[in-house]
């Protein structure tokens, strides 16, 4: 950089850039926000709306902030009364026939061109003549949906698929005025991405309708999570709705948004991962329950902890804990899966220790993998081994068991889950969802949901990435690693190494001590 | 003891005015008893449920939902009124109309009014003059909660 | 025979006293209202039938007696039931000392319109007045409760304070009709001062009337004088308490008043005494003079009576209705700087003045 050192002034700030480097990354590396549309920094700039106009000492015209490369001793203004007046009238020419939907628009709040109105237009409109009519509801995947009258031609949409997805399902068509966006002879856009047109797209011209009026944009808490439906371990925003006080079942997650990470996700995220959110909230067990005679008994903590860790002890005492049995899972976070490791593994010496995991998906070679999991890779660091789930050495000599997670009902079929099962006197679930497993259990505990619980992921690749919750935990339920704490500490077992572990970042720098993967 | 004098006088000047009140207001009371009719009143007090004072233009009483033409409401279901609702009293949700022109209607529109406060940001932050405060209805009080609860079915009416 | 009479004039008494009583509070709602250009209570009706709310006070008492009677937990029960009785009971009482008239004579036997003579009659009623102090106090206690702690140690204060300049400013008056039995005391304001005026206490004791006046509407703590109830900021002493027992208090308060009135009038202002009316008439200082027979008197007598108690009772209320409350301190100087000294003056005034006329 500072071989091929370009010295800028912009705006009275001095600047040094690399060569080639364009004004409005620039200004960005300054500090400095240029209006733009149509430009995306992850495609080449196309220069098609012309709001990013800048003043450029001893050029008579003004030049594009996006397409414009530096040179050495460039002196740019990018407020001054030129370029605001530009900007002005670059806006009023998109607004001539964009119509006034932003009651009714999904985008309005984040809208760019709202933005931009307020900082630079604030114009009367000067257009006496009707506003062109155009279709507004025209199906163009399965969950998208484009508006004609609300599209600025930024080209985003159609750079997208031609540079990212490389399956190019949308073109500019017709000219002048008439042009518009459109798919070719209605074979509609068809591939794992298409969810990210909707984050594209500046304006609201294209929406998804697991979004469509459901809100709007002001109303939602934007977090940031990481998505645990595959191993990659992309970076999204988790949009969450506080809810209405006196409106039940009105707090919930609205869509779920890409989070830039280049090393992970570049900028986009998968369908799989953006709409697969609603599993999540669904089905979510809350109360703690214990099926005494058959007769469910709504429990609290600490009661059943203790319950369960009095099962548990005079094993633990007597060293005999070979009828002891866990199924753990790998949508547990690196905390939950050490504490899981060090409470069953070390502490009890338990042999019979198993995993149920979703079952794999195929992977699309893009983002999505076909690992269904999030954090296979951390079990693995630990020195877990991933047994799958024999039901006969699980139930064989088996008097309690603890499954962590609901996925053992998916793996497995009802009527041989429950013939094993009922050979073993104690059952235990812990988990955050509903899954038919609750039939054959005798104490169900409720997790919180991945989203709901703060800790870190480690993806496949090893990157080890925090992340904290999104919404409060439902109804009852704790986290996973919580629990474990605690029963733990009802086990009085190395107590005053439990009680040290009050939160999930204390037991990830514990982590680091011990497993060196997670320095 | 001087000062303590002068107060003393001003306490009997202050008993003298309401004393004054007292005979005056009397006065047209025992009038008005023997069905002599005056100007002036006894009291200012206007008995509310039988009398009833016009209410100003402006005057902020229960919300309406205005209409279209062909009877469906004028809402788009913007959710500004939820959103300026300093009592978070509104809750909407939304559907889609198949008109392209209207293409959102609200499926529910809940004003709870045990909540209002009659502050009328609502009124002023509908963008499609949907909802309006000139019912002149003020008579809201109601036994049970629910009936507070005002729906789109209540609100169109 | 004499039990009869005695218990009949009990039952007399009592049924005035809380008749009284009850209407003072419609007459408090209606004068407060007139007084602010309102109407007052007029809502309540029997069978639509309205007549100015007269039925207020029953609906008053209705609702009263139908709500609950609410001990408040980690209060003492006793003391917190038997604080407002006590209140009560010591108001009640001082009835009995108070003449409604002459003597008035039946089948050969003398009847006084008064139920208990005592030649202490005025010691008594004010020993009863200051003795009501306990059912504040008790209240402001047993309820367990910091305000009605406040209220009540307030209260205890200012009565204490107050009944010093009470007592000190009647000893003057004392000493003008030298007696303490209240009938002698009625019956010596019955003649005439310089011929034509009428030789009331408060013609021979204005000073006195002054301070007995202030000092009275101290002990009946009311506003300006209601800083143990203080609503506005500590509600009082009998915070904890509601429906009848509330009540109670209430009447008391009332009955106070009417207690105040009655000493008023006895005192300073004849009793039953009516200007220039002698046993058999009256007779004008101008020189008229009109017979009349002797129960016709007698009517006068109760009547006036009673319109001088009714005058002095909605004075009180007039006064309620006007002032703002004291602050503590002003109270404290009031009492203690000028009621007190100022009595003091009246007594060595008074002795004086009687020393030089003998
Ligand atoms: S795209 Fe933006 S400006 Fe256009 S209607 Fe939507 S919110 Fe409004
Ligand atoms: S639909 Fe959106 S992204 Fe595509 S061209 Fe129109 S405005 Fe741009
Ligand atoms: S502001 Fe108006 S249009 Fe928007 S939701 Fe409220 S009533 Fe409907
Ligand atoms: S009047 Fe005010 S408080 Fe009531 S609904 Fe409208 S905005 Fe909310
Ligand atoms: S951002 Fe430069 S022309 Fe659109």
Not at chain 1, 255 to 266: D, H, P, S, T, Y
Not at chain 3, 31 to 52: T, W
Not at chain 3, 114 to 136: K, R, T
Request: proline share 4%; charged share 25%; with cysteine.
């Amino acid at each position: 950089m500072e071989s091929a050192g370009m010295k800028i002034v912009i705006d009275d700030r001095p600047v040094e850039v690399e060569e080639g480097t364009t004004i409005l990354q620039a200004a960005k590396q300054a500090g400095l926000h240029i209006p733009h549309l149509c430009f995306h920094p992850a495609f080449v700039p196309e220069g098609s709306c012309r709001i990013c106009l800048v003043e450029i000492e001893g050029l008579p015209k003004l030049e594009l902030a996006c397409a414009t490369a530096v040179r050495d001793g460039m002196k740019i203004s990018t407020q001054s009364p030129r370029v605001r007046e530009a900007r002005r009238g670059v806006l009023e020419f998109l607004m001539a026939d964009h119509p006034l939907d932003c009651p009714i628009c999904d985008k309005a709040g984040e809208c760019k061109l709202q933005d931009y109105y307020q900082e630079y237009g604030l114009f009367e409109g000067a257009f006496k003549e009707a506003k062109e009519k155009r279709d507004k509801i025209i199906k163009i995947a399965e969950k998208l949906i484009l508006d004609r009258e609300r599209c600025i031609l930024c080209t985003r949409c159609v750079r997208f698929l031609s540079e990212i997805t490389k399956t190019q399902e949308l073109g500019v068509f017709r000219r002048g005025i008439h042009s518009e966006i459109s798919t070719y002879e209605d074979a509609p856009v068809q591939n794992n991405y298409s969810g990210n047109l909707v984050d594209l797209c500046p304006v609201g011209a294209i929406t998804d309708t697991e979004f469509r009026f459901k809100t709007r944009t002001w109303f939602l808490a934007q977090s940031e999570s990481i998505c645990p439906l595959c191993s990659r371990g992309c970076n999204i925003y988790v949009d969450y709705h506080p809810g209405f006080t006196r409106i039940p079942g009105t707090a919930k997650i609205y869509r779920i948004r890409a989070r830039e990470n280049l090393e992970v996700n570049g900028r986009w995220i998968c369908d799989f991962g953006r709409y697969g959110f609603p599993s999540l909230e669904k089905d979510r067990g809350d109360k703690i329950l214990w099926k005494k005679e058959g007769r469910d008994t709504i429990m609290s903590w600490e009661k059943i902890l203790s319950l369960l860790a009095e099962k548990l002890r005079p094993r633990h005492r007597t060293k005999n804990t070979s009828n002891i049995a866990v199924v753990a899972n790998t949508w547990m976070t690196n905390e939950e899966l050490f504490l899981f490791k060090k409470i069953f593994k070390d502490d009890l010496g338990l042999k019979k220790i198993f995993f149920a995991d979703p079952r794999p998906g195929s992977g699309d070679g893009f983002l999505l993998q076909a690992e269904r999991t999030p954090n296979a890779r951390a079990a693995k660091e630990m020195g877990l081994e991933l047994n799958p789930v024999n039901l006969d050495d699980l139930s064989k000599n088996t008097d309690v068991l603890i499954i962590f997670g609901p996925f053992l009902a998916d793996l497995h079929d009802p009527s041989s889950l429950k013939n094993d099962l009922d050979k073993i006197r104690t059952k235990v679930l812990v988990s955050s969802h509903r899954s038919g497993l609750e039939s054959y259990v005798d104490f169900i505990l409720p997790a919180s949901g991945i989203l709901e619980k703060t800790g870190s992921l480690t993806n496949r690749d090893g990157l080890v990435q925090k992340f904290s919750a999104v919404c409060p935990p439902c109804g009852d339920s704790r986290p996973e690693w919580s629990v474990l704490i605690e029963l733990a500490k009802e086990l009085r077992i190395n107590a005053g190494y439990y009680s040290r572990l009050t939160q999930p970042e204390v037991i990830l720098k514990e982590m680091g001590k011990e497993i060196a993967f997670f320095r | 003891m001087i000062r303590s004098l002068g107060y003393f006088w001003e306490l009997i000047k202050g008993s003298l005015i309401t004393a004054r009140h007292f005979v005056v207001n009397m006065w047209f009371h025992t009038l008005k008893l023997f069905g002599i009719k005056t100007k002036r009143r006894g009291a200012v007090t206007i008995q509310y449920p039988e009398q009833k004072k016009a209410l100003a233009s402006r005057h902020r009483s229960l919300q309406r939902l205005l209409k279209r033409q062909d009877l469906k409401p004028r809402c788009v279901s913007c959710m500004l009124c939820v959103t300026v609702c300093p009592s978070e009293c509104i809750y909407v949700e939304a559907a889609e109309d198949p008109d392209p022109d209207i293409q959102k209607y609200p499926s529910t529109f809940i004003i709870d009014l045990s909540r209002c406060c009659f502050c009328g940001f609502c009124v002023e932050a509908c963008p499609e003059d949907a909802i309006r405060m000139d019912t002149g209805k003020i008579d809201l009080a109601q036994s049970t909660r629910q009936d507070l609860i005002y729906d789109l079915d209540k609100l169109l009416k | 025979m004499d039990i009869v009479i005695v218990l009949i004039k009990i039952v007399l008494a009592l049924v005035w006293f809380l008749v009284l009583t009850l209407y003072l509070t419609w007459l408090e709602r209606k004068e407060s209202a007139v007084i602010q250009d309102r109407v007052g209570a007029n809502r309540a009706s029997i069978f639509g039938i309205r007549i100015l709310g007269l039925f207020q006070p029953f609906a008053d008492a209705i609702k009263m007696i139908f709500k609950e009677d609410f001990v408040p937990a980690f209060s003492k029960k006793f003391l917190h039931t038997l604080a407002p009785f006590l209140s009560f009971f010591f108001v009640a009482i001082c009835i009995t000392a108070m003449p409604f008239g002459n003597d008035i004579m039946v089948g050969g036997r003398t009847i006084s319109l008064q139920i208990f003579d005592a030649n202490v009659g005025l010691l008594f009623v004010l020993a009863m007045l200051s003795l009501g102090i306990y059912g504040i106090l008790l209240s402001g206690w047993a309820s367990n409760n910091r305000y009605s702690l406040l209220g009540g140690i307030r209260g205890a204060a200012q009565l204490i304070s107050y009944e010093v300049a009470l007592g000190l400013s009647l000893v003057g008056l004392i000493m003008v009709f030298p007696s303490l039995k209240l009938s002698e005391i009625v019956q010596s304001q019955g003649g005439l001062l310089f011929g034509f005026l009428p030789k009331w206490g408060v013609f021979l004791q204005p000073l006195g009337f002054i301070i007995f006046l202030f000092a009275a509407l101290a002990e009946t703590k009311r506003v300006p004088f209601d800083l143990p109830e203080g609503e506005s900021e500590i509600i009082g002493f009998f915070t904890e308490y509601g429906g009848l027992k509330w009540g109670l208090f209430m009447m008391t308060d009332f009955m106070e008043i009417i207690i105040v009135s009655t000493l008023l009038t006895t005192l300073f202002f004849g009793g039953w005494q009516v200007p220039w009316l002698s046993a058999d008439g009256f007779q004008f200082p101008w020189g008229g003079q009109w017979q009349m027979a002797r129960w016709l008197v007698i009517i006068f007598q109760v009547l006036a009576f009673n319109i001088k108690v009714f005058f002095f009772c909605w004075l009180q209320i007039l006064i309620r209705w006007t002032y703002p409350r004291f602050r503590y301190d002003q109270l404290m100087d009031m009492g203690w700087k000028l009621l007190v000294p100022l009595s003091l003056v009246n007594i060595v005034g008074t002795g004086l003045l009687l020393m030089v006329i003998k």
